[in-house]
């Protein structure tokens, strides 16, 4: 496979890089890596010693802080024909990214794509989070109630799979989580496409839309995989994300029917879901001690 990707990794400088680093470079589709970290962050010595041996690899210290202010600034310098955004904390095998760099090549129009994402406890990436009662009441009823379900093919999690009932391994979709994402250099921002100050929260539906805007199309691979730790902080399930999906949803409808199925099933997922994790709580068995049992 000739080489032909320019990586573009906005990061803060954390321990993880390092490892993602040396990944990226086995892959034999990648021919730049370009680290970009906020103005005035050093990066860590065993990067800048990776950095000296390997002239693949560059650093770069943007001008703006703020993730999508980095991927456009390292969007700015890449020499490859498609770019690859990915974020400093996931882990993914030089395999895959060959594999979606391949499965990209395949589109046969302007397209972006992406693996699906898992998230891990711990160190060990084959430790996965289930999905919380609430995730996995919201996706089975989203499969029952959603009769456009192919039209718009994935569910309301953040780190979602499709709810289609295709088997195809590359589904198309209306958004794709930014931490992870491959698409032609032609369609890669130049300019930011997160227009509010701080965290930049949900930017990957605002890249997706922009991407839709520009005429690509969007794909989820369902058969690969990368992982990203669990945040501990926001464990259960997120009702800012949703929100932000479900306004996403909203704002890219095919049809009147889609909006007004939309503003109906809303309520009814959230009520419905509810409902069962209450009684799946109430039902699950209590061990002596009082505490649920596992």
């Not at 470079?25 to 990066?43: E, G, H, K, M, T």
């Not at 192919?150 to 195809?168: D, E, Q, V």
């Not at 930011?192 to 005429?215: I, N, R, T, V």
Request: glycine residues 4%.
């Amino acid at each position: 496979m000739y080489s032909s990707l320019s990586v573009v990794c906005a990061s803060i400088g954390r321990s993880s890089l390092v490892p993602l680093v040396f990944t990226l470079l086995r892959a034999s589709c990648v021919d730049q890596v370009i680290i970009v970290l906020p103005p005035n962050v050093d990066p860590p010595n065993l990067l800048l010693d990776l950095c000296r041996r390997s002239r693949l690899v560059q650093i770069e210290n943007s001008y703006t802080k703020g993730q999508v202010n980095q991927r456009v600034y390292g969007v700015r310098l890449a020499k490859s024909p498609y770019i690859m955004f990915i974020d400093d904390d996931i882990t993914i095998q030089a395999s895959v990214v060959d594999s979606l760099f391949s499965r990209l090549l395949e589109c046969s129009s302007p397209s972006a794509v992406a693996p699906s994402i898992q998230q891990f406890y711990g160190q060990s990436n084959t430790i996965r989070q289930s999905p919380n009662l609430f995730l996995r009441a919201v996706c089975l009823i989203d499969r029952f109630f959603t009769p456009i379900g192919p039209r718009l093919p994935y569910s309301f999690s953040y780190f979602h799979h499709p709810s289609s009932y295709s088997k195809l391994t590359m589904v198309p979709s209306v958004w794709l989580a930014g931490g992870c994402v491959m698409m032609p250099s032609v369609l890669a921002p130049f300019e930011s496409y997160y227009c509010f100050p701080g965290k930049a929260y949900a930017e990957d539906l605002y890249l997706s839309s922009q991407l839709l805007d520009s005429g690509a199309s969007l794909y989820l691979a369902t058969d690969l995989f990368c992982f990203t730790p669990c945040d501990e902080s926001g464990r259960g399930f997120n009702l800012d994300l949703f929100v932000r999906q479900a306004v996403h949803r909203l704002s890219r409808p095919m049809s009147f029917a889609q909006v007004s199925y939309s503003l109906l099933s809303f309520p009814i997922h959230l009520l419905v879901s509810l409902s069962i994790v209450i009684i799946l709580k109430l039902l699950r068995p209590r061990s002596a001690n009082g505490s649920f049992r596992h």
